[in-house]
């Protein structure tokens, strides 16, 4: 994907820097460098964490939000945002987890 080597990232990456980059204000406020960085790090957490059937279990799906909270928060992800894009990135965290369970 032209994309995704465009921007340095992999696949999974691309697809929470997407989740990310929704937020027009975060774009502006984090720049483009930082919501790279962010997109790094929710996957790794998020793929050392999902289980084979985490989506099923909400005591690791709450774990999971957790992670990507933190994780905006510790990069100053802009507040008023900060639900929508954990949501956007729990929607592509679940249609990535079955290729990762694999």
Same mark, same amino acid.
């Given at each position: #994907?032209?994309? /995704?080597?465009?921007?340095?990232?992999?696949? $999974?990456?691309? %697809?929470?820097?997407?989740?990310?980059?929704?937020?027009?204000? %975060?774009?502006? /406020?984090?720049g483009d460098a930082i919501l790279k960085k962010i997109?790094? /790090?929710?996957?790794k957490k998020l793929r050392n964490s999902t289980t084979? $059937?985490?989506?099923?279990? /909400?005591s690791v799906r709450a774990k999971l939000r957790i992670?990507?909270?933190?994780?905006?928060?510790?990069?100053?992800?802009?507040? $008023?945002?900060?639900?929508?894009? #954990?949501?956007?990135?729990?929607?592509? %965290?679940?249609? #990535? %987890? $079955?290729?990762?369970?694999?």
């Open positions: #994907m032209e994309k /995704e080597s465009e921007l340095g990232l992999n696949r $999974d990456e691309v %697809a929470f820097y997407y989740a990310l980059a929704e937020n027009e204000s %975060a774009v502006r /406020e984090l997109a790094v /790090e929710i996957t084979v $059937d985490w989506q099923k279990r /909400e992670l990507v909270r933190r994780t905006l928060r510790r990069y100053k992800y802009p507040p $008023d945002k900060q639900k929508a894009a #954990m949501e956007l990135v729990m929607k592509q %965290a679940e249609v #990535m %987890a $079955d290729e990762w369970s694999r």
